[in-house]
C-alpha cells in the first residue's frame, strides 16, 4: 500500500530523518495560512498516490500568500493521472547545492533488503543505473543483524563522497533502513535528499509503500487501504475478498488464480479486450461467487463473461453455485461461458450447465476462449 | 527420477486440522503421497483422515520419522512454525499460505541458509512429482508423468501448463510452484540448478509473470550453466503499468518487471519463449524432437 508524501515524511521524522518542517493544507485558505506561518517562498505539493507530479504541475513554488493561495486552489480541483488531488502539502522552499538518492528496497531474487545510494538525486533510478552505473551503488543487507553504520558509510565512500560527507550520508540511510524494517516496507526512498546552500541534509521528497500482508500488525499507521482505491468497483471487490482491477474493454474475466488471470487477460486481448482483471484467490464459496457476479456484471459495456475455474485448493462446486443463483435471479443477455478443470470439475460442470451457462470442456484456455470469440464474432 | 519430492517421502502436514489441511489431506492421501503425521499446536492425539495429529514438529520428527512438511498455517503464524520446522531438522518446507508478510518471509530465509533445507513459497501451490505423490494444493488430475520439469510462479498456471503438456502427451518428472510473492524462499535458479542434476529430467519449462526479476537473473544462469534446454512463458503482456494483478509480486513499475524485459533477456540466453500457454507445448515438441520418449 502506497502512503501519501506527508505520511511518509512524519514517519521519517519520527525516526529522525531530517525533512523539512511541513503542513497540510486541503482548502486555498488553509493553504495560505500555512504559508504564512512557514515564510515564503513556500512549495505547493499535491498529495496524491502517483509518481511524475511535477509534471502534471503538482508542485509549484509560491512567494507571496495571494499566489500560495491561488496555486493551492487550483491544484486542489485538478486531478493527476486520474487521481483527485484532496490535499496539499505547504514546505518552505530550500536553496539547494546537490541532490542525492537514497532508498531501501528488497532484492526479490536473493531474498533480503537492498539499500541503494546515489549522487545523481531528483532523477529516475533506474535510468540513472543504466546511463551512469557508476553514479549509483547498492548493498544487500543481512536481515537479522541490520545495516550497520559501519557498511553504510563504506558504501557512500564508494560514489566518492569525502569522509565527513559520508557519515552524514550513511546515518541518514541507516534511518531510513530503520523506517523501512519499523513499518514493514517494500519501499522507502528519498529522491532528491537535498545539501542545502546553508550545508544541511534534507528530505525534500518521501515515498514509501508498506507490505499489504503486514498492515495487520500496524494499527498505528491508520491505513485503511479501502479509502485509497478510486475506482467503486475496485473497492467493492477489496471489500468482498477478490482482486478486481478495473479495465477498459468489453469481456469480463473470473479465474481462480492471479496467474490464470493474467494470462486469460492475455488471450482476450487477442481479439477484444479485458473488462476487468478478477482473481478470487484461494477462499471460495457460494456467497462469495454470487458477490463476485453482482460485481463483474456492474460494468458498463460488457459483452460476455469468461470464467475459468481451476480446481486447486478453491471448493469450486460451491462457487458454481452462487454462479447459477446469481444467473437465476439476474437474467442476463450477456453471454456467460465458463471453464472449469481440478478437483471436481465434472460436478462443477454440471451445476454450471444447468444455470445457463455456456461449459466449454476443450483443455487450453485458448481453445475454450475460441467459442467466446466466435459468439461474439469478428473482434479487431 | 524427480527432484525433492517422491512416493517415499515421509510428508507432515502442518495446520492439518483446519478446514483447508483436513480437505487437501485427503486429496494428497488420496494421489498416494506418504503422509505420517500432522501438527497442530493443541491438538496433539487427534487423527485426521487417520493421520496421527501433533503438538510439536519434533515429536512428529520423532516419533514418525517426518522429513517435508506442507504448510497451511495462518499468514501470521508462518514465521514461528518455519523456524520450528527448520530447527527440527525437516529437509522440505512447502508454504502454501497467502498473504504471509514479506519481511517475515525474508527472516524465514536467512535462519534457514547453511540448514540443508529447501523452502517453496509463500503462496506456492506447492510441488507435485506425478504418479507418486503431491505435497499441497495442486489437482492431481491436471499432471501426468513424464520427463519435463515445470517451476511456475503462478499456482494455476503451473495447472494450465500441466494439462496442456498432458493433453499432448507430454508427462513431468515434477511440477513446482516457487510461489508467487516478491521474495519467495527460493529463487527460479536455484530450482533450474537441480532440475538440471535430475536425470529424469530432459527439459525444463519456467512458468513466469509480470513483475520482479527472477526471470532475468534465470536467463543469466541458463547461459552461463544451464546443459538441458529451457522453454519459458511470461504472462502477463496486457498487464497495464502500476496494477497490482492479484499476486503480491506481480507489478510493473517503469521498464522493471515488464515482459518486455523478461522475454529479451531470455532471448538472448537462447531460450524460447511463448506468449501464450498453449505455445508452450509446441516449443517443447519441437525443441525435443521426434527422438523423444514420453514415458
Redesign the interface.
Known sequence: MRLYEFEAASLFRQEGVPVPDFAIADSPRQARQAAEKIGFPVVIKAQVLSGGRGLAGGVQTADSPEQAEAIAGRVLKSAIRGLPVNRVMVVPKAAVAREFYLGVTIDGVVGCPVVIMSTAGGVDIEETSRNHPEKVTSCQVPILSGLSLPQAEKMARKTGLTADESSRMADILHKLYNVFRKSEATIAEINPLALTTKGDYLALDAKMEIDDSALFRHPELKISPEDRIASPLEKKGRQIGVTYVELDGEVGIISTGAGLGMATMDIINQRYRPANFLETGGGISEELLYQVMELVMQKKGLKAVFINLLGGINPIHEGAKGIVRFLQSHPTDIPVFARVMGNRQEETRQILRGGGVEVVTDVATEQCMAHLFQRLGGGR | MSILLDGKTRVLVQGITGR?GQ??TK?MLEYGTNIVAGVTPGKGGEEVEGVPVYNTVAQAVAERGAEASVFFVP??AVKGAALETIDAGIRLIVV?T??????????I???AAGRGVWLLGPTS?GIITPGEAKMG???G??FQPGRIGVI?????????IG??LA?AGLGQSTAIGMG?D????T???ELLRLFDADPGTDLVIT?G??G???EE?AARFIAEKMTKPVVAYV??????E?????????IVH???GTTRSKISAFQKAGVDVA????DVVKLVQKKLGKSFQTR
Open positions: 483447508v480437505a487437501q486429496w499468514p501470521a502454501v497467502e498473504h504471509v508478510p514479506v519481511h517475515d518471509a525474508m527472516e530465509k536467512a535462519r501451490p494444493i495442486m489437482p488430475n491436471m511456475s510462479r503462478s499456482g494455476t498456471l503451473a495447472y494450465e494439462v496442456d493433453a508467487a516478491p521474495a519467495p524462499f529463487s527460479l535458479s512458468v509473470e509480470v520482479g526479476t527472477q537473473h504472462a502477463g503482456h496486457s498487464v497495464p502500476g496494477k497490482r494483478m492479484g499476486h503480491a509480486g506481480a517503469g521498464e522493471m506468449m501464450y500457454p498453449v
